[in-house]
């Protein structure tokens, strides 16, 4: 069974006695956390240890939280999964996101766990979480790594700290870590889906990043003239006023048909800067803004219809998505769209599904 609860106390014992009330008699295999920077994480952790001491505990800080019918802030929400929903459980954090990154000694050590190569295991029922330090910066090396080294799905995304854009940080058993990621992988024998949503339509415009600085995710040109300059002529809008258009015309990198968002974080002179890298050569489309709202309902009643018998949902929700609705004064009806599916979320700095993407939701359905 899966089971949710939330809790906006911000005393960390206070919360965790309250999730507790709400499980009721539970034992679970794994506990999925998300919090709010405003509860300590690590006497959270050191809580739901010492409350679930047979369970996995995992899980980050956010940038606002979701759970059952509601999009919240400052609150912690979990999730309980009992070993009907996950048989076998393995997890490894990766403690230095650097250059030095020993992914090859993470995968090791989870197939260690699992008793079997990753390439042994059923990618039909063998499903990972990867959670990243989402300040590190070493998402895409990451995400893209993991890919190339196994057909099991890891799905997931970048902490958060409620915007504050100093601190994230990730949990894993009785540990709180910066600059690291988690990697959780589930043996799941009921199978799974896995959801991802982007609100966005093809303009049918393309522009090539021609010159880039990949390390600070910044592309200095397109098409061979100066990024602001090339961006605002796509547009047809003043290079001015180019950043008054970012959360509505984002680039997308196209892979099958299908886009993987990467938003334009800023100007800096006449380069953007983006919250995802961007390789030289890229060709990009430029994107129009649809209906979050309706957009998701679909993909979520789809998702759902793929796979009937759906026990929970993860959801793993852009943060620039999340002010949107909140502009829009719709965050509460984001979070009504799964009302029918015991759920929790997180609002991200950015998400993992192949590559490190941004104005998506990535959902893991169990």
Request: proline share 3%; with cysteine; aromatic share 6%.
């Amino acid at each position: 069974m899966v089971h949710v609860a939330h809790s906006i106390e911000l005393n960390s014992r206070e919360a965790v006695a309250e999730l507790q009330a709400k499980f009721g008699e539970v034992r679970p295999k794994v506990i999925l956390c998300f919090s709010s920077t405003k509860q300590e994480p690590h006497e959270l952790v050191h809580q739901l240890h010492n409350a679930y001491r047979d369970a996995l505990i995992c899980g980050c800080t956010t940038a606002g939280e979701i759970v059952s019918g509601k999009s919240l802030k400052g609150s912690v929400v979990a999730m309980a999964l009992e070993t009907d929903t996950v048989e076998k459980v393995a997890s490894v954090v990766i403690q230095n996101l650097g250059p030095t990154m020993d992914l090859d000694g993470a995968i090791k050590a989870l197939e260690l766990h699992m008793g079997a190569s990753l390439d042994e295991l059923d990618p039909d029922h063998h499903v990972g979480l990867v959670i990243t330090d989402g300040l590190s910066g070493a998402e895409e090396r990451l995400i893209e790594s993991i890919a190339e080294k196994t057909e099991i799905a890891f799905i997931g995304g970048s902490a958060g700290d409620d915007l504050k854009f100093q601190k994230t940080q990730v949990f894993l058993g009785k540990g709180v870590f910066e600059n690291a990621a988690i990697l959780v992988l589930m043996k799941v024998p009921k199978g799974f889906n896995i959801i991802k949503t982007q609100s966005f339509k093809m303009t049918g415009k393309v522009l090539e990043a021609t010159q880039v600085d990949e390390a600070s995710r910044t592309i200095l040109s397109f098409n061979h003239k100066p990024a602001v300059e090339a961006y605002a002529e796509a547009l047809g809008v003043s290079p001015e006023s180019v950043a008054d258009h970012f959360m509505t015309y984002p680039l997308a990198r196209m892979v099958a048909g299908e886009p993987y968002v990467r938003s334009p974080q800023m100007v800096q002179g006449t380069a953007i800067k983006f919250y995802c890298r961007v390789q030289r050569g890229e060709m990009l489309a430029l994107m129009q803004a649809t209906d979050i709202l309706s957009d998701t309902k679909k993909a979520v009643t789809e998702g759902l219809a793929e796979k009937p018998g759906a026990q929970g949902i993860i959801d793993f929700h852009c943060i620039l998505r999340a002010l949107e609705l909140e502009s829009k004064g719709l965050s509460q009806d984001y979070g009504a769209l799964f009302n029918d599916v015991p759920t929790i979320g997180f609002c991200t700095y950015g998400e993992a599904w192949t590559t490190h993407i941004n104005q998506t939701s990535t959902m893991l359905v169990l």
